[in-house]
């Protein structure tokens, strides 16, 4: 069976086509193993917003792609939808986008016994992204970070 790494850049590949043809991006193909079953998971977004006839329209020209590539031995589910309201940041293109939005972080390991931070996205670079925490500007290096995704406000 090919690795997690190559299915996903594989299913990338697969999927720029389709993208382009129709004005969606890709925010994120995840190849995961849950409870003894494997997902391909496709996150997709445009300006604005995903719908299901979208995600359909992608999920078949994928599954046609994929039969046909055949990258993946064991059996799978293919899930094609929107990243959600809470979607993580992964891209700088993503980071872009949001600066100015409020984001939750978590890290691997704890600052001051704390691994997880809120505020708002206020800087980005390679190394470290940087969010303002009720008026206080704290960079986080990115190598450090768990995971970064935009916060639900209600």
Known sequence: ???????????????????????????????????????????LDKPEGITVNDCELVSRALEKKLDVKDPIKDPYILEVSSPGLDRPLKKDKDFERHLGDMVELKLY???????????ELIAYDDETVTIDIEGNAQAFP???????????IF
């Open 1 to 43: 069976m090919a690795s997690k790494d190559s299915v996903e850049k594989i299913t990338y590949k697969l999927l720029e086509p389709i993208l382009q043809e129709n004005g969606f991006e890709c925010v994120d193909v995840e190849y995961i193993k849950e409870a003894n079953q494997w997902y391909l998971r496709v996150y």
């Open 109 to 119: 390991k704890a600052i001051d016994k704390n691994k997880e931070f809120s505020g």
């Open 142 to 152: 990115r190598k450090d970070i768990a995971i970064i995704r935009l916060a639900i």
